[in-house]
Each structure stands twice: as structure tokens, then as C-alpha cells.
């Protein structure tokens, strides 16, 4: 995690150095340091395949860093993975809102696979290049430790607000049969976990591994479940809750002895979809998910 938000303040900093040589970077050209990919406009809608990221492959070396700039009209996740298999957990935007953007810094080299997790036939590919062995790439090296120094030193603000976020979304994996989820928060008050689904339509499962740094079970290692105000029975194997619920179902409250505060203040969309339903969903009720604007 630190290394990434080092090297993005190191990219940072070679920005804001070409600058000053700009000749030095010049014949980096395309698949350098950094990619831009665009969601294809409608590509909520299937037609547009192959290319529904534009473009649908980006090549860069090793240290790069690939934004995603949703220039559609709806809202698309860029999630490492494939529809078939699902994601892989290297990188995941989550619900990136019509003219909001996300970026991934690439560490090692090697194909990557994504795809969107609410319009599965979106997908691409990120192709990492190990970084080539002549002079400039060297200068790279050089720069980045000596901005890394730097960066210790004035970076440590956003260096937290940057693990606070990515350090959460480690600590659980969640999945629905049925709809999305929208949203999970925590209330510390009452030590509750609060799982909003969207777009139920079906009876569903929601599978949830928590991490008891995150919220912390009872002494004998169990949690409560309500839905709807409602104690529920549910399954519970080790940390992964299996927990069925009905139609129509927005809120699962997930009860332990204790919740992290520092959780709740974190407003975090987590997609975790089961792909069929999915594109029920999104077929059924397209007209309700336009962001109204
Ligand atoms: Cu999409």
C-alpha cells in the first residue's frame, strides 16, 4: 500500500519535472509511465464489445500507473478479474460515478484482466512491461528514491487517508446472489455492520467474511444478524457469515461486540455481484439507474 502512494507521489513528482526536461521524457510516448482508458459511451448497454474501454488493452512498464475516466453517462467499476471467474482482488475501482475516475499503480509486470462489474460484457486488458534496461529508466530509479525522502517528509496527510481506504477494503470480501451491494457502513454506537443491498428483486445470499479488527464477534465467537429489524438465522463458518434473505431485502444489520469507529466515517461502495443477476437488474430497471444529474 505505502509503496503505491510513495510511487504516485514519485510519479507526481516526475510530472512536475518534465517541466523542467522535458526532452528527457519525450520519447517514452505511448505505454510508458501511464495509460488512459475511457468507458465507451453506452456501454451500460451491450453492443459496444469489444471496445467498451477505450482502448480495450494498454501496454506500460512496471511502475506505471493506469486512470480510468469514466466519460459515460453511468456508473462502471474497473475490477481485475474476468465475468467468468470473477474478480481476482489486484485491483478494484468499485462504482466509479459519471465523470469521477480511478487509478491503479502496476508494481509487477504481467497481463491483467478486468472487466465491470455491473455491465460484465465490459472488458480489458492492462499489459505491464518489465521496465526496459537503458538510461532513462535508470534516471526513473534515481528520481523515485530521492522523491521518496522527500515524501516521507511531507507526505504522511494523505499517505493515511490513502490506507484508511484501501487498508478497509482488505479487510472483508462480500458477495450477493441477488442485487448489488450498495453500500456498507458501521455504527459504533451499537456496534452494528450495516450491509445495503440494491436491487434485491430475487431471494438471495450474501456471503461476508469479516475481519474481527473490523468488527468483533461475541466471547463465543458468534455475531447477530437482523434483517429488517428482524433476528435471522444464518450460517457461520469460522468469519464467513452465509446469510439468506428475502426479496425486496435493503438492509442486512450484522451485530457484534464491537465495531472499529473509525469504520463508519468511511463512506465505502463495495460491488459485489452476482453477474447473472445483474444484467437482470440492470435490463429491468435501467431507467432507475441513471444518476439523475
Ligand atoms: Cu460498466
Known amino acids: 500500500m505505502k509503496k503505491s502512494v510513495c510511487l504516485s507521489f514519485s510519479l507526481l513528482a516526475i510530472f512536475s519535472l518534465i517541466a523542467v526536461a522535458p526532452s528527457a521524457f519525450a520519447e517514452h510516448g505511448e505505454g510508458g509511465m501511464s495509460a488512459t482508458v475511457e468507458n465507451a459511451a453506452g456501454s451500460s448497454t451491450p ?14 512498464t512496471v511502475g506505471g500507473t493506469v486512470t480510468w475516466e469514466n466519460t459515460d453517462t453511468m456508473a462502471h467499476t474497473s475490477s481485475s478479474g474476468t465475468p467468468v471467474d470473477g474478480p481476482d482482488g489486484v485491483f478494484d475501482s468499485s462504482l466509479v460515478m459519471a465523470g469521477a475516475s480511478f487509478s491503479h499503480t502496476f508494481d509487477s509486470a504481467g ?100 475481519n474481527k479488527d473490523i468488527i468483533t464477534p461475541f466471547d463465543d465467537g458468534s ?35 464491537h465495531v472499529v469507529p473509525e469504520f463508519g466515517t468511511i463512506a465505502m461502495i463495495i460491488l459485489a455481484v452476482a453477474i447473472v443477476s445483474i444484467i437482470a437488474i440492470t435490463t429491468k430497471t435501467k431507467i432507475s439507474l441513471i444518476p439523475r444529474l
Open 111 to 210: 497481463t491483467f484482466d478486468y472487466f465491470c462489474m455491473v455491465h460484465p460484457w465490459m472488458t480489458g486488458t492492462v499489459i505491464v512491461e518489465a521496465e526496459a534496461e537503458h538510461g532513462e529508466e535508470m534516471e526513473h530509479t534515481e528520481m523515485e528514491e530521492m522523491e521518496h525522502t522527500e515524501m516521507e517528509e511531507m507526505g504522511h496527510g494523505d499517505d493515511h487517508a490513502a490506507n484508511g481506504v484501501e487498508d478497509i477494503s482488505d479487510q472483508f470480501t462480500a458477495s450477493v446472489t441477488s442485487g448489488v451491494i450498495h453500500h456498507i457502513g458501521a455504527n459504533s454506537d451499537d456496534d452494528t455492520l450495516l450491509v445495503h443491498l440494491f436491487g434485491a428483486d430475487d431471494d438471495g445470499e450474501l456471503k461476508i467474511t469479516l
Open 47 to 60: 453492443g459496444c464489445e469489444p471496445d467498451c474501454f477505450i482502448p480495450s488493452t494498454v501496454v506500460i
Open 223 to 257: 455475531y447477530f444478524v437482523l434483517i429488517n429489524s428482524e433476528e435471522v438465522e444464518f450460517e457461520q463458518m469460522g468469519r464467513t457469515l452465509h446469510i439468506d434473505y428475502d426479496a425486496g431485502t435493503e438492509k442486512i444489520e450484522i451485530v457484534g461486540s
